[in-house]
C-alpha cells in the first residue's frame, strides 16, 4: 500500500435548481495513492465529472459541495478559499479537460497560454518560462516545439491541440493530473499516442493520474485500479484484473458485454445493451440506483440502498447478491448464473 495523496470521505455534491436538488454525488469514499493511476468509469450521468469538478473546486453555481472532505496531502480542500485554491489548481493538480479546442484561448498563441501558468505558479522569468514551455511541448512529442509555440489554437490538429493542454497540465509538474476523458474526440490513432505519452509521463514524473472516461478499454491500458459509478455511488472498486475478470456486481458486468470483442468469425457474439435509463437524482432511488435495469434485482434492492461487501482487500461491491443470505450466484462466461432472479 503505498502513501495516499488524495483521500475523499463521504463525498456529496448536488445542483439546486429551479425544479429541486440534483443529488449528483450521493456518499462516495475512495483514495489514490501517490504515483498511482486510477480509473473512474460509468455512464454518462453517472457522477464522475462532478466528482472531478468537486476535487478541483470548479463547481459552478448551482452546483455545491453539501458534505464530506477532500484530503489532499491530508489538507482538506473543501474549506479553502478561492485564493487558497489557485495556488493548488493548475500547480498541484492539474487538469485535462475534453474539448481541447474550448479549453484553449483562441486569441493567445499557445506558448502565451503555457508561459501564463509557468510564470504564475513557478517563480521564473518569462524567458525562463518559454524555454521550459518549450521543453514541454516537445516532451508531449509536438514536433518543432520552438515553431509551435508561436501558433495559435487553430493551427493545431485536434491530438496536438491535446498534448499542448497535457503541456499546460504538467508544467508546473503537478502531484496529481486528473484527465477528463482525453481522447474522447481524437481519432483511435490519436487516442493510442495520447495514452501511451500519459504512461510515460506517470513513469517519467511519478505523477498520479485519475482517469475519468466510459471506455473500459482505455482504463485497462493505462490504469490500476477502476472505480465503476453509477447513480451518483460507487457501485465497484478493484484493481483492473478484479473488475475485467471477477467482476461482481451487475452493472460492471453491463457494461463489460457492451465492449466490442476481438473474436474469431465462428463465435459471432453480439453486443449486449444496458436496457434502460439512468435514475433521475432529482428524486435518487432509496434502494440499488441499478436496481430497475438489473436482471438480478430483488425486493429488497429496490427498498434498501445495499452495503458495500469486501470481497478481496482491494475490491468491494455494492450489491445485495453478496450478501450472505442471498441466492448463490456466480460469474460463468461473462453471465451471473444461479439467482433466482426478481424474488
Known amino acids: 500500500m503505498g502513501d495516499k495523496l488524495l483521500d475523499i470521505k463521504n463525498l456529496k455534491t448536488s445542483f439546486f435548481t429551479h425544479v429541486g436538488e440534483v443529488k449528483a454525488i450521493r456518499g462516495v469514499d475512495f483514495y489514490l495513492n501517490k504515483g498511482e493511476a486510477l480509473g473512474i468509469v460509468g455512464e454518462s450521468g453517472s457522477g464522475k465529472s462532478v466528482t472531478s469538478m468537486s476535487i478541483m473546486r470548479l463547481l459552478q453555481h448551482p452546483g455545491k459541495i453539501v458534505d464530506g472532505e ?39 498563441t499557445v506558448g502565451d497560454q503555457i508561459v501564463e501558468a509557468i510564470v504564475k505558479h513557478q517563480k521564473l522569468s ?29 493551427e493545431f490538429s485536434g491530438g496536438m491541440r491535446q498534448r499542448a493542454m497535457i503541456a499546460m497540465a504538467l508544467s508546473c509538474e503537478p502531484e496529481l493530473l486528473i484527465a477528463d476523458e482525453p481522447t474522447t474526440a481524437l481519432d483511435v490513432t490519436i487516442q ?15 505523477t498520479s493520474i485519475i482517469l475519468i472516461t466510459h471506455d473500459l478499454g482505455v482504463v485497462a491500458d493505462v490504469c490500476s485500479r477502476v472505480i465503476v459509478m453509477y447513480g451518483g455511488l460507487i457501485m465497484e472498486e478493484g484493481t483492473v484484473e478484479e473488475i475485467f475478470y ?18 474469431d468469425k465462428e463465435s459471432k457474439q453480439r453486443l449486449v445493451p444496458i436496457v434502460g435509463s439512468p435514475p433521475d437524482l432529482l428524486k435518487p432511488p432509496k434502494g440499488c ?8 434485482a430483488m425486493r429488497i434492492c429496490v427498498n434498501e440502498k445495499p452495503q458495500y461487501t469486501n470481497v478481496s482487500p482491494t475490491q468491494r461491491s455494492m450489491c445485495w447478491l453478496l450478501h450472505k443470505d442471498a441466492p448463490r450466484v456466480e460469474v460463468i462466461n461473462g453471465d451471473l448464473k444461479g439467482a433466482e432472479q426478481n424474488e
Do not use: W
Not at 126 to 144: H, N, Q, W, Y
Not at 247 to 259: D, F, V
Open 289 to 296: 440506483p441499478f436496481a430497475p435495469r438489473c436482471d438480478y
Open 70 to 108: 477532500i484530503l489532499f496531502n491530508n489538507e482538506n480542500l473543501i474549506p479553502k478559499t478561492d485564493k487558497e485554491m489557485q495556488a493548488i489548481r493548475g500547480n498541484r493538480i492539474s487538469m485535462i479537460f475534453q474539448d481541447p479546442m474550448t479549453s484553449l484561448n483562441p486569441v493567445y
Open 126 to 154: 518569462k524567458a525562463e518560462a518559454k524555454k521550459k514551455a518549450i521543453d514541454m511541448l516537445r516532451l508531449v512529442g509536438i514536433p518543432s516545439p520552438e515553431k509551435r509555440i508561436n501558433q495559435y489554437p487553430h
Open 192 to 206: 493510442a499516442q495520447i495514452l501511451e505519452l500519459m504512461k510515460d509521463l506517470k513513469s517519467k514524473l511519478n
Open 246 to 263: 471477477t467482476p461482481r456486481h451487475p452493472y460492471t458486468l453491463g457494461l463489460l458485454k457492451s465492449i466490442p470483442k476481438l473474436c
